[in-house]
């Protein structure tokens, strides 16, 4: 055998898998087909590409302009004609891709992986075709193949993506000006996050959504008040809308829906398509691995498929599509098969949505609570309350805290506010170690931080919060 692993696909899934079986001995190579629009190959996947990095490069540029826009007088700050050059915000966004794949490929070389380009596909369960971008094919053969394949947009059957006016997340990412009317199918992760960017920068934003929910698996208290932020920053939340035409004409897209008020039409200048992701196993050849009727490669607990040596992890399997719990499972396989007994907790994968103010939760929600008939007792504590929140001048949302009525258990944790992704990291390391509310309530936290807030929702589990 050529190497002890191949992994195929270097996303955050992939090449993290990689990693691991480095670092424990393993000979290692990793093959990705990845191509950029300039025609350069490159490691990092959807994460560091197309999703994750760059979306975040966006929202960061587009909050400091808004933020600018809406709050500089609150501190004296004044200026005349304040502008953005799109154009100089995609280049920085690029080069910050850009440093993080190329970070990867230093990572692989520190650890001795292989680092193969190109597309791979099946010959048997140890043997990979490898197609590089110059035509040339070759065979490498392992011991034991991880697919880390991935996710691609789904592209709705009456609206195909023609990448101009008809646009997937990717083409969201790349405009090179302020869409005057944009218009976004989906009101998911992908549509909250690139609609706030484009709508901080002028875009006049419709978002239309199927469901009659707004955020359906987020707690109802933290997506009701998110809801009501969102469209206060101008962003146009359609609910219960069914998507049913579009048309492309005279540079603009006619889009008919339907909603309670009947039929209706809208007219956008550039419409992303954000309804979802598909798992990615198509093409890997034929070897008799086992796809369930979602598309995703089936597998165990330990990300095992139905052909013994061949494993997969990330979007393309089961799950939650989040970079996170690719890495982690990339990690799990890794260390198991160094003969370690390692498992991915999903009860405590963390979720952020990076909006202003972010939405950030772990754990169960509690109509989930309900439904499964939990007993709970729940605290909650705004930002409003919080010194360094009023400080900031960004003292929308709350933390909101679930434990188990009887064993005080923490069962789930909401935070809707300013830096919500950071500050969830502590409700996770809580849930992990099977932690109490009463943990966190004589957990000290430092004075004046946003933190507070998470002590005090702990406190008020019991009715003792100090600041209400
Ligand atoms: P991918 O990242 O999709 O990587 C798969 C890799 O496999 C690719 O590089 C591809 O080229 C390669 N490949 C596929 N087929 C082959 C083949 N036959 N041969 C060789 N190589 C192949 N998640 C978060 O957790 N946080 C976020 O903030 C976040 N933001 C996002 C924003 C956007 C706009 C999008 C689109 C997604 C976002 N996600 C986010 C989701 C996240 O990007 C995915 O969950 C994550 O990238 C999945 O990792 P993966 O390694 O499984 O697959
Ligand atoms: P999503 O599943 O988050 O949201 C899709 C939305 O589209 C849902 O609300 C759904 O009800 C709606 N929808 C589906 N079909 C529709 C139709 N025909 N008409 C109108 N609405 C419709 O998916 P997404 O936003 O496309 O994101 C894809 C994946 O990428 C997600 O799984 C997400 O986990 C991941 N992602 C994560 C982050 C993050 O972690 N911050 C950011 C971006 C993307």
């Known amino acids: 055998m050529d190497y002890d692993v191949l992994v195929i696909g270097a996303g955050p899934a992939g090449y993290v898998a990689a990693i691991r079986c480095a670092q424990l001995g393993m000979k290692t190579a990793c093959v990705d087909k990845w191509i950029t629009p300039e025609g350069r190959s490159a490691l990092g996947g959807t994460c560091l590409n197309v999703g994750c990095i760059p979306s975040k490069a966006l929202l960061d540029s587009s909050h400091h302009f808004s933020d600018l826009q809406k709050h500089a007088k609150d501190h004296g700050i004044s200026f005349e004609n304040l502008n953005i050059d799109i154009s100089t915000m995609q280049t920085r966004k690029a080069g910050v891709v850009m ?13 001795k992986i292989k680092d193969l380009r190109g597309k791979a596909r099946f010959v048997s369960a140890n043997e990979v075709e490898i197609t590089a971008h110059d035509g040339k094919q070759s065979v490498v053969s392992a011991k034991n193949i991880i697919i880390a394949t991935g996710s691609v947009p789904i592209e709705l059957p009456f609206l195909p993506f023609d990448h101009e006016y008809v646009v997937d997340s990717t083409g969201a990412l790349s405009f090179d000006k302020v869409p005057p009317r944009l218009g976004i199918i989906g009101a998911g992760v992908i549509g909250l996050e690139l609609g706030s960017v484009w709508s901080r920068l002028g875009s006049q934003v419709t978002v239309l959504e199927a469901l009659p929910d707004f955020l359906a698996t987020a707690d109802r208290d933290i997506a009701k ?18 998507v049913t035409a579009a048309k492309v004409e005279n540079g603009a897209v006619t889009v008919t829906y339907q909603n309670s008020a009947g039929e209706q039409t809208a007219q956008f200048d550039k419409l992303v398509v954000a309804v979802g992701r598909k798992p990615n196993a198509q093409g890997l050849g034929e070897i008799g691995l086992q796809i369930n009727a979602k598309g995703q490669i089936e597998v165990n607990d330990h990300c095992q498929t139905n052909i013994p040596n061949i494993y997969a992890i990330g979007d393309v399997v089961r799950g939650p599509m989040l970079a996170h719990k690719g890495s982690e499972e990339g990690i799990m396989v890794a260390e198991r098969l160094a003969g370690q007994l390692t498992h991915v907790h999903f009860d405590t994968m963390p979720w952020v949505i990076y909006t202003t ?30 010194g360094r929140a009023r400080a900031q001048g960004m003292s929308d949302g709350m933390v909101k805290m679930l434990a188990h009525a009887e064993t005080d258990r923490i069962l789930g944790v909401h935070i809707l506010g300013n830096n ?18 009463e943990d966190l309530a004589r957990t000290i936290h430092a004075h004046p931080t946003l933190s507070e807030a998470m002590h005090e929702a702990a406190l008020a589990v019991d009715g003792r919060a100090i600041h209400m």
């Open 357 to 386: 103010p972010e939405i950030a939760w772990v754990g169960q929600t509690e109509a989930e609570l309900k439904e499964k008939n939990i007993p709970y007792k729940s605290g909650s504590f705004p930002f409003l309350a919080i």
């Open 225 to 242: 008040a998110a809801q009501k932020i969102l469209v206060k920053q101008g962003l146009n939340i359609q609910l219960s809308t069914k």
């Open 99 to 111: 440093s993080l794949t190329k970070g990867i490929e230093m990572l692989f070389k520190k650890n």
């Open 420 to 437: 919500a992704s950071e500050l969830l990291a502590e409700a996770v390391f809580a849930m992990e170690m099977q932690a109490s509310s």
